[in-house]
């Protein structure tokens, strides 16, 4: 997979200092694997007791950031709940496939804490879910960028991933 770029995409700012290292850490790793790239967009500020109305009208405010950002022609993961759940091994080969397809762009997609406008999962190749269970979404981020960081050493066979 060297030669591609991977882009993430994430509505919704890293505040606590153990996330944000922990996305710097991977970030820095994915580095020498990648052209990596990293995208926060602000998320739509919300009364204490949203509405479905207002939040509906803020993921749609934020699909369409998102749709700004997004490359031509790049494949794009987007992570739901919903989602698809793959094994870290099945992950990388699945990823693997868009260049050889020739998509040599690779974009994920993280939603605000209400999750994710239905545009964006509809313009998704892949959507992926990291689990049945819950998990705040910028613990996913770190999660996400360890997958990734992941499925590189699974792909050049290292010991990394047992």
Known sequence: MKGI???VICVGKLKEKFYIEGAAEYAKRLGAYCKFQLTELPEERLPANPSQAQI???LEKEAQAVKSRLPKGAAVVALCVEGE???SEKLAARLEQWPAAGKSTLVFLIG???GMH???KELAQLRLSMSPMTFPHHLARVMLL???YRCFKIQEGSGYHK
Do not use: F, I, K, M
């Open 112 to 114: 605000s804490s209400y």
């Open 118 to 120: 239905p545009s964006l």
């Open 85 to 87: 759940l793959l094994s």
């Open 56 to 58: 509906d009208a803020a």
């Open 5 to 7: 770029s991977v882009s």
């Open 146 to 148: 360890e997958q990734l």
